[in-house]
């Protein structure tokens, strides 16, 4: 009688659990639903692009396995003849930042009504421009940007900018993730555009990732001590040359985004998953969602309500301080983009480091991660440090083949 207990009690479990990750699955993976509503919109003519004829009409384009985390951001790996890439489509909760408004995600559809019929090129040049502007700030080479957006808009190639291809471009411009993409185009960290068809887009794949890190089912992540935990993220991890390699390309990230050629960006999410590497070991962002234009944080931030510090808290890792005569956020973060950078390769890069750098490494890391304040605050701490860690790390790789 006992077993035949457990037995029901075992297969009662068991459907339980199968049920929720069902439940679960269904609920995040709605892909096929943002190909639809994508689709339905090209046959319409109201949306264009160089990926819309491969999604909607030849079927050459696929969405495979789902890797979707927040449901309003569809995250697929795709197929497209020899390509293999990543397929980002939005649902209704777009997630975009403009100048006035809250951090948090606007809850509207994209309506794909801008620009206006009839808007002409250099109408729709200028629209480019002003919201650039409203992003970044006003930098000298904004026009240089535009001019790369339009080229992007002209998804056939035939020197002629058709109003879906404009709608399209236009809804692009609003997702953070693609605004970075532009901006970092020349660096190499992050993926090549492929594609796009609305706000869908198809990126580059990114062979590895995330950087570090193994996925457990969450019963056994229940028992397992913080510090084991921890332990087991950087089991599976690559040599420590090819890591180093892999820290250099996010210490020059953190590098470009500060006070880059497009103004500074603020790195709201500094963790292993929104990051990966290729077959040569060069850094690449997998989400980019949460590396955003300082001036759009803090402009946002400011507005916010707060009670306590961790009310002004945007992603994981932008948080300033509460200013409680007014009970509003204060614009300044408390840690700059390198301390978070730090704090996210220390293991990572201390174990297996060689003896002869590792405790001159471990120093350095420390030094990074106890950075405070805005980083225009200590311009010159912050770069000898950056220029310090990078060096010590090149020393010791750049005779080797991994570099």
């Known amino acids: 009688m006992k077993y035949l ?26 892909g096929h639903e943002c190909k639809n509503s994508i689709c339905d919109k090209y046959r319409k003519g109201v949306i264009d692009g160089s990926a ?47 100048l006035g408004t809250e951090m948090e ?30 992003k970044v700030g006003d930098q000298v080479n904004l026009a240089d940007l535009a001019t790369q957006v339009l080229s992007i808009a002209d998804a056939n190639k035939d020197g002629h900018i058709s109003l879906p291809e404009a709608r399209s471009t236009w809804a692009l411009l609003q ?28 990126m580059e794949k990114v062979p590895y990732s995330p950087l570090y890190g193994i996925s457990l089912p969450w019963l056994m992540e229940l028992w397992i001590p913080a510090g084991l935990r921890r332990s087991m993220d950087q089991w599976f991890t690559p040599s420590w040359p090819h ?16 006070h880059g050629t497009f103004g500074s960006f ?6 292993a998953t929104s990051f990966g590497y290729n077959d040569r070991h060069d850094l690449k962002v997998m989400d980019a969602r949460y590396i955003v234009p300082e001036a759009i944080f803090q402009e946002g931030i400011r507005q916010q309500h707060c009670d306590v510090d961790e009310d002004c808290l945007y992603g994981a890792d932008c948080l300033t301080s509460c200013d409680l005569t007014k009970h509003r956020c204060t614009p300044e973060v408390t840690r700059p983009n390198l301390a978070k950078a730090c704090d996210a390769l220390k293991d990572y890069i201390l174990r297996g480091a060689p003896s002869d750098v590792s405790e001159e490494l ?12 805005a980083a225009e605050q200590m311009e010159i701490e912050h770069s000898l440090i950056l220029n310090s860690l990078k060096t010590l790390l090149w020393k010791k790789i750049s005779h080797t083949k991994d570099s």
């Open 175 to 202: 997702l953070n993730e693609f605004l970075l993409a532009l901006v970092l185009q020349d660096r190499e960290h992050t993926p090549k555009l492929l594609g796009f068809c609305g706000d869908l887009y198809v």
């Open 5 to 30: 207990f457990f037995s029901w009690l075992a297969v009662f479990v068991g459907s339980w659990i199968v049920y929720v990750e069902y439940s679960s699955y269904t609920e995040l993976c709605r």
């Open 266 to 271: 603020l790195m709201c999410d500094v963790s």
């Open 243 to 258: 890591k180093a390699k892999i820290a250099i390309g996010l210490l020059e990230l953190v590098e470009d985004v500060f």
């Open 52 to 98: 819309c004829s491969s999604l909607c009409e030849k079927d050459t384009l696929y969405l495979g396995k789902c890797f979707t985390t927040k449901s309003n951001n569809q995250v697929y790996s795709s197929s497209w003849g020899d390509l293999e890439g990543v397929i980002k489509c939005q649902m209704e909760e777009a997630r975009h930042y403009d």
């Open 105 to 134: 995600p606007r809850k509207e559809a994209v309506a794909f009504n801008k620009p206006t019929k009839g808007t002409s090129v250099e109408k729709f040049r200028e629209m480019i421009l002003n919201h650039l502007k409203a």
């Open 362 to 373: 471990e120093k350095q890391l420390y030094a990074c991660i106890a950075l405070k304040g």
